[in-house]
Structure formats: structure tokens, C-alpha cells
């Protein structure tokens, strides 16, 4: 099926001048040329010997770098053209659901009001902050089906561990030590780190023939010395875990705690809530489902939602609605204290919020459909040369599988998706999950057209096509992007972390 | 039903029938019908965004503390800083707001160039040879920085000194109920660690120490490196960025690891957050070190490029084995910070560093001049934060400043517990900390200083 509009996500017309290296801030730095500007403020600056033990102060200001505002402005933003982003195209990013982030959430998170407020100002001064935390509690209780939560984690990983420590908490008040966590072979990588940092030992558990959990298995695995299991479902294999309602039970049975690692709730809002399935402790990647961009890296957020039994453990202080219909602070009766250094990421909460109330409870319900039915599209549109790992329907993203393109052309999941890249798409995860063999792991999102998801097919088509008859193109590839494929080892081997490394 | 999704119904029809499915809702057939929501989720409905710009502007006019309602005197690990146009307008651009982490270095090589100009500029301000690429605040950065230390000392004891951040010393002990690191925490003497309190301990093998405590005060790193040679131990130092540039650095101190607060480098206040974690390390711990660390290499031409390097220590790869179980991080404020550093310069920052301290010493000299009002510690240098006591209670005393138009500081009762080793149970609930940035004018010192001595009387 073709459609006749031009896709609107391709980027391969973006235009790259040249490919000359980009020199850094220090190559560009002339001694004593200068950009900033300070306000006039009529306080004299006395010598700091003055004021400070003079053997504590440096010989000399620590040399940054000497640029003018012009080439500044020149130099951030040539760096920015040789950027792929979700503003420039389709990013199709498995596991990391790179939907388009909505400009208004952009304009809230600058507004004076929000942005410029000390995280230390009392209450009284903050009401609009501690009302638009708590409005954002009650929301993403709601959306999730639990009972009460933290805002402070900064992201996945980060509330992967805090919602461990309730467990452990949770246990703990229990009289009851309790050692293993049990976890998927298709899980993050995020979720064993933290549950080695949380002090559990980690127990895997096999994936079956289906890409579901093991249920036999885990029953194997099951006794009183299970704190819990951390499951992600969807999986990420773009799976629901069918038999999740079996699961609950035989964890509960045993007196362990079930953890969902939210990261891939976008397939399932408004349809089915992990409070419903039976979880107890779940994190949200708002810089997944809720649209708050990903800044090269992070920024995230990761809220921690609970199931009534462990509300009493969260980390405080809460945002909290008071009677009298104000709002304050208050720890929780058995807190596990504090996991942030102030009270989350509260400009990425601003963003998320925002675009909750933009889509409301029926709008996430189309955000969950629309992102399902993008990736089963696709699924089904490129099986011919990419099957799927598991071949049925799908959630939020297809895990295909490159093993016969392989073995047929020598032709590796990384080349193909170094090859899409010239085509004008981020390419999909690759390898990950790690249980899948030449995993290619495509996540297109609810914000992609239909014109997108096409040219993106057409795309892996040629790809494959080419693959057959000149493997070397691939395998060559990428040709069009301001580098060519990097050599790693050595970067590791000769490692050069900062300018002053050279040699 | 405003969104942000492409897909027209002709469309969604044609996708279905692709599919063979009748409808969108057997794509979710997998699941079991008894678990699924009916009905709706319990929530409004979507609206359109000028509806939703109006109400969260209401929300924002809730707060009346905002610097640009009230003159912002308070310090104590967030500052007011002069962001400029430059640095907002560079720092927004939507490619690097949207990319996610450069997995793909080959069309990322705009992020992994800024985060090594960013590393290098922090490895230079911290005099260790390695930053990585953030974490997510100071307080995440203190902890890992226990985890590197307790792993490579081999001991769990970790002497941590009062002068740290209170709210960061308590992300620190949240965390160790996890690791099992016994913190022990050494209260201050005239705004110092008290080292001697400790002394013989062989059971720490990691020594936290501020550069400056959140007091202001200036701590004794000779002393403590002392005691670090002494019992063999990992040597950790908080440091501010800003007066990094002009104090000896933690790495010409002597400490193996360095980390910091990155805020006051180009991140507005922000309620808290995003900030930015700074990490740096000496060589012989690179192989401990958490989160991303971008490399500069070769591409198949030969032409300079930047990646992600070491990646064996990630969780990724080496899962409960790795070194951190960081993934995202807070990469766009450390992008935001190298522009703010590249805006600056040399001199700049060393000025703002410089104004910082002078102009906390000019507000301290006014408002101590007042009667009833006292330094916490008298005759103490202090370098951008200092701490006063008066005869009001702390909260009273801001609530008042608030309706005079000004964020007077912050009081310590709200930030440091009760008991805490750092202050004087006895003055605890009458002192506030004060900061004055390179923002604040000798006219509102003024001001401040009559408000201040109005609401005392
Ligand atoms: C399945 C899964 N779990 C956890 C995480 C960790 O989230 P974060 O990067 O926000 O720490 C990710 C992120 O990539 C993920 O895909």
C-alpha cells in the first residue's frame, strides 16, 4: 500500500555542509576575547585574598576558553547539525519510545513562575509548584492504577532502585530478610544494576519459546526468599506477558512484591493498568510515554507509584493537598528518606503534566492505539525480509530478527541499521533484547504518519534488496553522515577523554 | 479531541484492514479481557493547548516565591544565576532537546563533541584528568562517588562530613540502606570538618569532604588528605563549580574523586530540577567510574570523531555487574553548561566566581550591622553562602521578608535536622543561610537590609 503524501518524517534532505571536523571551543579560543555581560551591580569586588585564605586560592582563574558570542552561536550550533533528533525525523529507537515532543511543553517548562523558582522557597511561596505535583501524583496514579507516589526519582534506573528499596523496606517492617530478585534474561540492563545497588542477589529467569516468561520456571524459582520479580510488560520483545494474572498470584503466594518496570507503558495506557494486573511497584519514563524529550541523554524523570501496602515507605517530603485545600509537605510514616537532592526533575514533571492535560484520559487511550497500530503495521509491512522474532501481533514495537539476512548476505543487524541511517531514519535498537539473535528492535510511536512508516519499509526493502546483490554498500555504510563509522576500540585502547588527553 | 497523532480514520481503516483486524481493539487481544480498563480512565478529557497554557500559567502565578516576583537572596546548593539569551536560545535548539543517547555516534556527533568540550571543561575545574558525562544532581553524584570509593578501598566505612549538603547527605543514606556502606557522619568545628574525631578509624576507607560547606564555610582538604593517607582511604570532594575556577582545585588538594552541584552553570533554579551532577576522577579510577564517558577517536577516513567509550562498565553490558546502574543521565544541562562555560570564559567565570564572594561579604557585612543580627560563626571566611542568626525564628523571618519583596534565604530548620552535627542545636532555629550571586545589586542590598531590619522590630 502506498499513500501519496510525501513522508513527513524522512530526513534525508537535510542539508550538511561540507565535512570538515568541527573545531572544538578550545581550538577556537583567543586569549582575551570575551562574550559575557553581568548586570551593573555597584558592589565593589575586593581582591579575594581579602576575603579568603590566600593559600586556598588558585595562582590563576582555571582557563575555559576565550570565544565571542558570534562563533559561540556558530559552533553550538553547527554541533546541532550533526545531531539526529526527533524534530528532524522519524527515530524509531526501540525501548525508547522517541514520540514528537509537543513545543508547548517547551514553553511551560521555560514560563517565569516555573523556571525561576529556589527549590528551597517555603511552601506558602510555592503553592502552584506543590499543586501541580500533586495533580501529577493523582494523574499518573490513575493512568497506572495505584494507590500513591514519589515524583523525586530522575529517571528509569533511578526509580528502578528507589522502588526496590520499598520492597526491601516493605520486607523489612515484615521481620522478614529476604534475599533474591527475581528477573527476565529479556530485561534492561537497568533492572540487575539496581537490584545488585538495592543489596539483592539476582535470580534469571528463562524466556520461552513464545517471548513470554518461563511460567514453569518461575515457579522453580519461587520460595520465601523471593523479595519479588521485576517484569516490564509489554516485554521488550513488544510483548504482553499473557499470563500476568498467574504470575501475580504465584509471587504473591510466596510473600514477594511484583516490580513493572514502566518503560514501556505507552502501549497500554488507558487500556490496562499494572495496579490491575497485580503490581505493587512501578516506574513511569515520563521522557518516554509522556513526551518529554530525552535532551541527547537525559534529562528523564522516573516516578515511583505503589500499591496501597507500600505508600507508608515512600520517600519524602511529598507534595501533599492539605484539608483546608493548600498544599504542603509531608514524609510518609516509615519513609525510606530522601532519593533526590531536591524534589525530582520538577520542569520535566511541568512537561508531563502539561501534556497529560492536553491529551486527558481519552487522548492516552488514542496514544496507546495509535502507537500499537504503527508497529504492527510495520511489522507486518516488512516480514518479508525482516520476520518477526515472534510473529504475531505486537504492542508498541516489533523485535525482527536479522539471522537469515546473515546468513544468506553476511549482512549484520548493525549494517542494516548504519544503512538506514543515509536513508534518512534513526535506526532502530539493535541487539537488545540481548535473548533475541540479530535483534532489530522498531518502535515508530503514535506521532509517525503512515507516509513515514512507508518510506521507512521502502527503505529497509532496498536495504535488504541491496544486501543480496552488493552486501559491500551495506556493509559500507553510512557514507552520508558528518563521520563515517567510528572506531571504538580505539577510543578505548587509547583513551582521550578531554582536550588536554591528546597527545 | 486535539493531538498530536497523524492518522486520519480512512487511514486507520486501511491499517486495520492490512492487519485483517476489525477493529483497534483487537490489537489488544493478548490481554486479559477481566484486566482491561472499561469505561475510561477516571481523568478529564484532552483540551486544546491554549486552554491547558492558561491554566498552567495559573498554576504559575500560585508562586509567589519566584526570583522574578521576589528578590532571591537564598543560596544553600541552587543560585541565582545570570543565564543569557545566547545560552537559552543555543541550549534549546530541538537538536539536542530531542535527540536521545548517541547510540549511533555517526549522526550524533554534535552531542558527543558537546559533552567532551563539556568534560574537558570540568576536568580542567576540578584538576582531575576524568569527568564523565553528568549524573543526575550532586546528590546522585556524592553517592556514586561512595559507591567508586567503598569499591575500590575495599572498606564499607565512609566518613561523611556534616558540611556536606543536608538533603544530599540524605539521598546518601537512603541509598546505603541498599549498598550497606556504614555512613558516619563528623559534625563541624568553626565551620571544619572535625577530622580528629575520627582519627584511627581503620574501618573508613572513603573521606567526604566539602570544598565549601553549605554554611559557606571553607573546609581543610590538607588536613583531610592527611587523614586519607593516614587510614589508606578514597579521598572525596564536594566542590562548587563556580568557585572552583578561582580556589585551588579539589585535584590539586589531593582527591581522587571530585563531584558538584553543575545548576550554577547556565540552569535556571527550577524548582530543583533538571540539574546537573558533576563527576571527575583521577586515572587510576577510570575503570570504576559510573555513567557515560565520551571518547575522541578516529572514523574508517581517518577524520576526528567522538563516542561513548569504556561502555564494559555499563549496565548495558555488564548488568549487575556494572559499575553504576545509571542509563539516562542529564546530558542536555551538560551541553547547557558548556555554553554557559564557552559564554563566560576565562575571565568571566572567574568574575562571577569573584562577585559571588564579594557580594556575599558586602550583604553579610549589611545585615549584620543590624541589631539583633549575628554571624553563625564569627570571624569564619565564607565564600558565596553565609549563615546569620537573628531573634526571629528562621520561617518567620522569611515569611516576613516574602511580603517586603524579598526570598531572604533559607532556614535552617528546614534544611538540616534536628541534632544535625553541623549547627548548634541552640541556634538551628533561628539562623537562615544567605547567598549573593554576580545578580544582585548593591540597591537591593539596601533595601533588603531595611526590610530585614523593619521585620526584626
Ligand atoms: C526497558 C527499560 N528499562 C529501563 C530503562 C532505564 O531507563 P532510564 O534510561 O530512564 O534510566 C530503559 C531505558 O532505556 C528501558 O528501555
Redesign the interface.
Known sequence: MTAGAAPGGRASSAPLIGNDREPTLFEMSVPGRTAYQLRTTGIPVRPLAELLPAELLAESPTDIAEVSERDLVAHFTRLSHRQFSVDLGAYPLGSCTMKYNPKLCDTIAAMPGLADVHPAAPASMTQGWLELMVELEDALCEVTGMAAATLQPSAGAAGELTGLLLMAAYHEANGDRRRRVLIPDSAHGTNPASAALSGYEVTTIPTDERGLVDLAALREALDADVAGIMLTNPNTAGLFEEDIAEIAAAVHEVGGLLYYDGANLNAILGVVRPGDMGFDIIHMNLHKTFATPHGGGGPGAGPVAVSQRVVDFLPGPKPTRLEDGTFGWSTPPRSIGRVHGWHGNTLVLARALTYIKVHGGDGLRRVAERAVLNANWLRRRISEHYPAAHDRICMHEVVVTGTALKRATGVRAIDVAKRLLEEGFHSPTVYFPLIIDEALMFEPTETESLQTLEALAEALDRIAVEAHEHPDEVTAAPRTTPVRRVDEARAARTLIPTEDARV | ???????TEA??E???A??DLAS?D???????K????TG??????????PD??F????????????????V?F?G???Y?H?V?S?V???A????????????????????L?????F???I???YGL???N??L?????SVTEAI?LAVASSKRQGVLLSTGV?P??R??V???A????HEIIEVGLVDGRTDLASVAGREDIGTVVVPQTTFLGT?DDLSAARALCDQLGAVMVVVSDPVL??????PG?MGADVAVG?GQPLGT????????LGLFACSAAQ?RRLPG??????????G?????T???AR?????????T??????????A?TA??Q???????????????C???T??LAEAVTAIDGVELLLEGV?V?RDVAITTPLAG?VL??RL?DEGF?GG??LS??VEEGDGSVDPALRERTIVMS?T??????E?ERFTTAMATVIR
Not at chain 2, 113 to 117: P, V
Open positions: 479531541m486535539p493531538d498530536y497523532m497523524p492518522h487511514e486507520i486501511s491499517m486495520l492490512f492487519l483497534i483487537e490489537l489488544f487481544d493478548a490481554i486479559p477481566a484486566l482491561q480498563v475510561g480512565l477516571a481523568m478529564a478529557d484532552g483540551a486544546p493547548e491547558v497554557a491554566e498552567m500559567q495559573r498554576i504559575a502565578a500560585a508562586n509567589r516565591g519566584a526570583a522574578s516576583r521576589l532571591c537564598a544553600a546548593g541552587a541565582d545570570e543569557p545566547v537559552r536560545a543555543l534549546g535548539r530541538g537538536e539536542f532537546v530531542t535527540a536521545y543517547t548517541p547510540y549511533q555516534p555517526e549522526v550524533a556527533q554534535g552531542m563533541q558537546a559533552i567532551f568540550e568534560q574537558t571543561l576536568s580542567r575545574l584528568p576524568i569527568s558525562a553528568s543526575y544532581d550532586g546528590a546522585a559507591n549538603h538533603t544530599w540524605s539521598v543514606k537512603t541509598f540502606r541498599g549498598t550497606g571553607l572552583a575556577s578561582v580556589l585551588k582545585s590539586a552541584e535556571a533554579l527550577s524548582f530543583g530540577g533538571p540539574y577510570v557515560r564517558l565520551v571518547g575522541e577517536t578516529l572514523d574508517e577516513e577524520r576526528r570523531a567522538y563516542v567509550t569504556l561502555r555499563e549496565q548495558d553490558i555488564r548488568r549487575e555487574k556494572a553504576s546502574n545509571v542509563c539516562s543521565n542529564q546530558t542536555l544541562m551541553v558548556a555554553i562555560l564557552g559564554w563566560l570564559g576565562t575571565s568571566g567565570l572567574a568574575e562571577v566566581a569573584a562577585r564572594i564579594s557580594s561579604r558586602h571566611p565564600a520561617e522569611l515569611e516574602a526570598l533559607v532556614a528546614a534544611l549573593a554576580e545578580r544582585r545589586t548593591a540597591d542590598v
